[in-house]
């Protein structure tokens, strides 16, 4: 009687360990009872009758992911892989679908997106492919959430994480965005270089206009101190043609002096007697003789052609 105590305790505890079990949050497990299903218990410390009730298995009931890769051909025959990647998760009111009416779900949803995807892409140019990916996305939940939702699955959300184009195609893209923006930067440097023409232009020609003006107010200003100076001079007792020579001989010897103290100055031959400023004061006076002689031969005749 004694070693049997024993034993008796042991299966007793034995029995009592095998009656609890303990079921982790966000977890569903599912209970038979002689290999048919009885129930399904959530989260917690739960109690079946040993021998008789045993767990056929459990199901997260956490937001699960799937990626799935598939390749497909365009519009534009551009063979493309795209990464499509599915949130779902198991509806807890209905667990005894999701456990007993599929046995690979992953598969099945693996299938329905590359039917979906196959199906909408190769409607679609590639640059439209990565334009309407988010088309694309909402084609394959609305598709699964039909599918599956019989078999106790809700789909989430799904994202087109991923668009790789054939290598080749990404080179040749490359390369046309590469001339693309060449083009606009030859443009832009096109337009640049016009600017500066113009505007360098437009400096000539204001600087040109503000030396012709400058030019106008010196000679204004030198003709003013030449009539000033003519002034002065008769006011002394020098009449006019011997004040013009005066003058004219001075400017002479300062033009010879400014041109002899210009280091660099070009070789330039000039007069530099003192008749030069007499002979040059004499062709003035003949020239501005014969200027006058026939400004007034031209005012007698307009008078005689209207007479004939």
Do not use: W
Not at 51 to 70: A, E, M, N, P, T
Not at 149 to 158: A, H, L, N, Q
Not at 210 to 217: C, N, R, S, T, V
Request: proline share 3%; hydrophobic share 40%.
């Amino acid at each position: 009687m004694p070693t049997i105590l024993p034993i008796i305790i042991v299966l007793c505890a034995l029995v009592l360990f095998a009656s609890f079990f303990m079921v982790k949050q966000q977890t569903a497990a599912i209970i038979e009872r002689f290999g048919k299903f009885h129930s399904i218990r959530q989260s917690g410390l739960k109690f079946k009758i040993p021998f008789v009730d045993r767990i056929s298995g459990k199901l997260s009931l956490k937001i699960q992911q799937l990626d799935v890769i598939i390749e497909t051909k365009t519009l534009d025959d551009v063979f493309v892989k795209l990464k499509v990647s599915v949130q779902y998760k198991v509806i807890k009111e209905k667990v005894y679908d999701a456990f007993y009416k599929l046995d690979y779900p992953h598969d099945q949803i693996t299938s329905y997106v590359f039917d979906v995807v196959r199906a909408e892409v190769p409607k679609m140019k590639l640059d439209d492919v990565f334009v309407k990916k988010n088309d694309i996305a909402i084609a394959v939940k609305t598709e699964l959430n039909d599918a599956m939702s019989d078999y106790g699955f809700d789909i989430i959300r799904t994202l087109v994480t991923d668009i790789d184009p054939d290598a080749q195609v990404k080179i040749a893209m490359n390369r046309i965005n590469a001339a693309d923006r060449e083009k606009t930067a030859a443009q832009y440097e096109g337009d640049a270089q016009r600017i500066l023409i113009v505007e360098k232009a437009k400096a000539e020609a204001e600087s040109k206009r503000l030396q012709g003006q400058g030019i106008a107010d010196q000679r204004r200003e030198i003709a003013r101190g030449l009539e000033e100076s003519v002034d002065v001079l008769n006011r002394v007792g020098i009449n006019s043609q011997e004040a013009s020579a005066l003058i004219v001989v001075t400017q002479h010897y300062d033009t010879l002096q400014s041109i002899g103290s210009e280091t660099n100055s070009n070789l330039i031959l000039l007069p530099n007697s003192p008749q030069a400023g007499s002979q040059m004061l004499n062709d003035m006076v003949a020239s501005f003789t014969a200027s006058n002689q026939i400004g007034e031969a031209m005012k007698n005749q307009k008078p005689k052609k209207k007479d004939s």
